[in-house]
């Protein structure tokens, strides 16, 4: 499966932005998926998740209540909703499928996407 994160791209503090994540074909919708990302300089670390199914999520403390993880099956993708962006939030967004570990473990998805830059100004 070939993932395509995309949607990314430069925004003040307190906006917003909606990435995407596209696979390439209808094997992703028996997934779970997660988005991670990694800063300049830093270790890539857990977003958000969610289940095969999609009625089950999880977010990192960091991002929970400003950050909405979900799916669509007819269109094949997973969106993360960005709310309430800071600063801190800047980094590469990276999406992974497949879960064969834990939610929130790098080496926890056999699948990841190319990764999508977001930059939020302060």
């Known amino acids: 499966v070939q993932l395509q994160a995309s949607g990314g791209g430069l925004v003040q503090a307190g906006g917003s932005l909606r990435l995407s994540c596209a696979a390439s074909d209808r094997t992703f919708s028996m997934y779970s998926v997660g988005w991670f990302r990694q800063a300049p300089g830093e270790e890539r670390e857990f977003v958000a998740h969610?289940?095969?199914?999609?009625?089950?999520?999880n977010y990192a403390d960091s991002v929970k209540g400003r950050f909405t993880i979900s799916r669509d099956f007819a269109k094949n993708t997973v969106t993360l909703q960005m709310n309430s962006l800071r600063p801190e939030d800047t980094a590469v967004y990276y999406c992974?499928?497949?879960?064969?570990?834990?939610?929130?473990?790098?080496?926890?998805?056999?699948?990841w996407g190319q990764g999508t830059l977001v930059t939020v100004s302060s």
């Open positions: 969610i289940s095969r199914g999609g009625a089950g999520t």
């Open positions: 992974a499928a497949n879960r064969v570990g834990s939610i929130t473990a790098v080496n926890g998805y056999r699948y």
